[in-house]
């Protein structure tokens, strides 16, 4: 059945072909408390609430590959964090199958400078498990196919951007997730690397 996004209950859908549905969804981003009633008293203008994305419906079958389009600005990213439950939403219903499990690539990656390439996506293997964990031939099998095998003990500080980008990439396909959400996904690659996610 719907549910709010900032649960992360797995459910299936109210339609079987369909991976994701959005009725009626809403972010809208109301200044604080702090915000609104102490700094007006310092002669700080209240700021506005912005609307981020309003009413917007949409359903993806299963098997479909869609894409959001827009302007900078136009609520693309806070539609996908919405939909991977990293925020609540203003109103409306998110329904997702969860049944096979999601991977992210968020615009923005969190990186631990001192872990190497094998240890980030083998810790999002870890935390993605339900009991069993990918072995160590399949997870360096997975690193290779987003061409980063040459840097696998490689410290994520020594990386390029798009190397970096890679390994977020790698971390949204681990343990063969039925839903994922590329947020920006080629960001800081170049054109040769573009390929991986075409």
């Given at each position: 059945?719907?549910?709010?996004?900032?649960?992360?209950?797995?459910?299936t859908?109210?339609?079987?072909?369909?991976?994701?549905?959005?009725?009626?969804?809403?972010?809208?981003?109301?200044?604080?408390?702090?915000?609104?009633?102490?700094?007006?008293?310092?002669?700080?203008?209240?700021?506005?609430?912005?609307?981020?994305?309003?009413?917007?419906?949409?359903?993806?079958?299963?098997?479909?590959?869609?894409?959001?389009?827009?302007?900078?600005?136009?609520?693309?990213?806070?539609?996908?964090?919405?939909?991977?439950?990293?925020?609540?939403?203003?109103s409306?219903?998110?329904?997702?199958?969860?049944?096979?499990?999601?991977?992210?690539?968020?615009?923005?990656?969190?990186?631990?400078?001192?872990?190497?390439?094998?240890?980030?996506?083998?810790?999002?293997?870890?935390?993605?498990?339900?009991?069993?964990?990918?072995?160590?031939?399949?997870?360096?099998?997975?690193?290779?196919a987003?061409?980063?095998?040459?840097?696998?003990?490689?410290?994520?500080?020594?990386?390029?951007?798009?190397?970096?980008?890679?390994?977020?990439?790698?971390?949204?396909?681990?343990?063969?997730?039925?839903?994922?959400?590329?947020?920006?996904?080629?960001a800081?690659?170049?054109?040769?690397?573009?390929?991986?996610?075409?």
């Open positions: 059945s719907a549910r709010r996004a900032s649960t992360r209950a797995k459910t859908t109210s339609s079987p072909d369909h991976n994701i549905i959005l009725t009626n969804f809403s972010k809208h981003w109301t200044p604080s408390w702090f915000r609104r009633n102490v700094l007006t008293k310092f002669g700080v203008k209240a700021p506005e609430t912005v609307i981020a994305v309003d009413n917007f419906s949409m359903k993806a079958r299963k098997g479909q590959i869609m894409v959001l389009l827009g302007a900078n600005g136009s609520g693309k990213s806070t539609t996908l964090d919405a939909i991977a439950g990293l925020n609540s939403i203003t409306g219903a998110i329904e997702i199958d969860g049944t096979g499990g999601l991977g992210l690539c968020p615009q923005k990656n969190v990186m631990w400078d001192e872990l190497n390439v094998y240890e980030h996506v083998r810790i999002f293997n870890q935390l993605k498990s339900t009991g069993t964990y990918d072995t160590k031939e399949t997870i360096e099998d997975l690193i290779r987003c061409d980063l095998g040459h840097k696998i003990k490689a410290q994520s500080s020594t990386l390029s951007g798009g190397q970096r980008q890679r390994i977020g990439i790698a971390r949204a396909f681990i343990r063969d997730a039925r839903i994922l959400i590329l947020d920006e996904p080629t800081a690659l170049d054109a040769e690397s573009e390929e991986l996610v075409m």
